[in-house]
């Protein structure tokens, strides 16, 4: 590990430790090895350095919106923590290869189907790109839901920690069914990826999955 890795992993440990309580107590039933989708809400930037503190050992990379390298600063941290730059709103084959090649070498890979920060906390829908990725690459995909975090800001102007935790659910692999894969499939497939994280979370932050099954 690198001068930086280990500055950088320091002072997020720090930053987390400081800024925060992590409930993270379930973090036990993330597997110590293997390829895995890890699948996650996405609320705000503090995400980011708390499953990075809890996963260490392992190496773990996340997609990141291919415009956060236009600054200087998020291009070196992504770059140091090895992020993948996607292209929103079209389909991104060099993401998508490079998706599947470290899943092929045994790394975690992190995605937020919803595809943006929802900053309140409250689940969107979930984007079908997952589809491919899972299917592809044939690795397990493991929920994990977030909760507490949209306070931060809030506790920060009153000095105050925040309660960040982390919910896990079980692995499981993406089944596709019978007959052509069509983008209402594939958005049924991600629904039914989205319920699982959703069941995770206290009712309040179900969001567009609220009440269902």
Same mark, same amino acid.
């Given at each position: 590990?690198?001068i $930086? #890795?280990?500055?950088?992993n &320091?002072?997020?440990s720090?930053? !987390?430790?400081?800024? +925060?309580? !992590?409930?993270?107590?379930?973090m036990?039933?993330?597997? &110590?090895?293997?390829?895995l ?8 930037f503090l995400?980011?350095?708390?499953? #990075?503190?809890?996963l ?5 990379l996340?997609?990141?919106? &291919?415009?956060?390298?236009k600054?200087?600063v998020?291009r070196?941290l ?10 929103r709103?079209?389909?991104?084959l &060099?993401?998508?290869r490079? +998706?599947?090649?470290?899943l092929k070498?045994g $790394? ?13 906390g ?5 984007r079908?790109g997952?589809?491919t990725?899972?299917?592809?690459s ?5 929920p994990?839901?977030?909760y507490g ?15 960040? #935790? ?6 499981? #692999?993406?089944?596709?069914?019978d ?10 497939l ?9 069941a995770?979370?206290p009712?309040?932050y ?8």
């Amino acid at each position: 590990m690198s001068i $930086a #890795h280990r500055v950088v992993n &320091a002072a997020e440990s720090a930053l !987390v430790t400081a800024i +925060c309580r !992590v409930d993270d107590a379930q973090m036990t039933r993330v597997p &110590a090895s293997g390829p895995l989708i890890l699948v996650t809400n996405h609320v705000n930037f503090l995400e980011v350095p708390v499953l #990075h503190s809890r996963l260490r050992p392992r190496r773990v990379l996340g997609l990141a919106k &291919a415009e956060a390298w236009k600054n200087p600063v998020l291009r070196w941290l992504f770059n140091l923590w090895g992020g993948i730059p996607v292209r929103r709103g079209e389909t991104d084959l &060099a993401a998508l290869r490079k +998706c599947l090649e470290v899943l092929k070498e045994g $790394a975690i890979l992190v995605i937020a189907p919803e595809g943006t920060r929802s900053r309140h906390g409250r689940l969107q829908r979930g984007r079908s790109g997952i589809v491919t990725l899972a299917l592809r690459s044939g690795a397990p995909i493991l929920p994990l839901g977030f909760y507490g975090g949209e306070k931060l800001g809030r506790n920060l102007r009153r000095l105050r920690r925040t309660e960040f #935790h982390i919910r896990v659910g079980e692995p499981f #692999h993406l089944e596709p069914g019978d007959g052509r894969l069509t983008q209402e499939r594939r958005q049924a497939l991600v629904d039914d990826i989205m319920r699982k994280l959703a069941a995770l979370l206290p009712p309040a932050y179900r969001g567009e999955y609220a009440g269902e099954p």
